[in-house]
């Protein structure tokens, strides 16, 4: 099944975070939000996802942009950045606190790692220590340290249908406790970030790693709380360097130099990613648009050999 043009706009998104060189994993999921997004008609928005100041570099911002053009994944708006849209965050940060959704949370590092155990092998949670303290304790210990702030979660069902995965659903109180909007440093927390972010670009549809699941029950709750839109979600599998490993930033034959120099072209290096993950049915150079013919988004989750972890080599 080739293009199919559609009357609805699908917007999907690029949303690397610019703390390094891309390597084959950030190339693996863009080159499946593109084909996702263009095989409905759709187009892409670039998002430079540099909220964590201190680990984002202009440098590397520059050099994914360079990166993705160079591998023929172009995206039609953008680039915009987390770093220009603070008050944007303040204002969704300020309508939930005004509704009283919000509380001051003192715990630190070594409290939340006391208290809490790791829950089916996802983040701990969060036990509510800082839920009910009174006015008065907030004041007192507000003098102490600067507390993050939380958004208080209910003990409810949230449940969707993940274009990869397939059914997924968590009860935040259970199965995550009550999440970080804010950190103690000042900064939006990421679950925030993106939310306003996606509504605010018009995002339609996300595609992303498969490590960032069990984040979108909190992402779909505050969409309900802020009366955003709901995207389509498709969490990919991760390239790992081995099992449990997931590739990263050390791996340095799976950076993007390493991938140029071993396999020649752009195409060279999109066919092999495409290859070893069953996008396409060889490892022969291949461009993003020549993918495309042969993409079917229907029959994506059944495209790759395993939902959760793909072996690099
Ligand atoms: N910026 C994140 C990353 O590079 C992606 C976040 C998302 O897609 O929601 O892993």
């Known amino acids: 099944m080739g293009a199919i043009p559609s009357h609805t706009d699908i917007v999907g998104r690029f949303a690397p975070s610019p703390t390094g060189r891309m390597h084959a994993g950030n190339v693996f999921a863009a080159l499946v939000a593109w084909l ?37 994944l172009l995206w039609d708006e953008g680039p915009y ?20 959704l919000v509380y001051p949370c003192f715990c630190t590092r070594a409290d939340l790692h006391a208290t809490s155990a790791p829950h089916r092998g996802e983040k701990p949670v969060y036990p509510g220590t800082c839920r009910n303290l009174s006015d008065e304790e907030r004041m007192a210990r507000a003098r102490e340290r600067t507390p993050a702030q939380r958004l208080m ?28 909007v804010k950190r103690s440093d000042g900064a939006f927390a990421y679950q925030l970030a993106v939310v306003v972010d996606d ?4 995002i339609t549809s996300v595609v992303r790693g498969v490590d960032l699941l069990c984040s979108t029950p909190q992402q779909l709750y505050l969409q309900r709380l802020l009366g955003l839109p709901h995207p389509t979600y498709a969490h990919i599998p991760l390239l790992v360097a081995e099992r449990d490993r997931r590739l990263s930033k050390r791996d340095h034959d799976a950076a993007l130099d390493a991938l140029i120099e071993r396999f020649k072209t752009p195409a060279g290096v999109i066919g092999h990613i495409a290859g070893i993950t ?24 059944a495209t790759f050999p395993d939902l959760v972890q793909l072996q690099w080599r």
């Not at 680990?55 to 590397?60: D, I, L, Q, T």
């Not at 979660?153 to 970080?180: K, M, T």
């Not at 509504?199 to 018009?202: D, L, N, P, T, V």
């Open 36 to 72: 996702v997004a263009k095989s409905q008609g759709g187009k892409i928005v670039l998002r430079i996802e540099d909220l964590d100041a201190e680990r984002s570099k202009p440098a590397y911002a520059d050099a994914v942009r360079r990166d993705f053009e160079a591998l023929g």
């Open 81 to 100: 950045f987390q770093h220009d849209r603070t008050e944007a965050y303040r204002a969704a940060f300020d309508e939930l606190r005004a509704r009283d």
């Open 278 to 301: 069953g996008l396409a049915p060889t490892c022969d150079p291949v461009t993003p648009e020549e993918l495309l013919r042969s993409f079917d988004l229907a029959a994506l989750h």
């Open 153 to 180: 979660v209910p003990d409810e069902r949230i449940a969707f249908i993940d274009q990869v995965q397939g059914p997924y659903e968590q009860n935040l109180a259970s199965d995550c406790g009550d999440f970080l």
């Open 199 to 202: 509504a605010a670009q018009g």
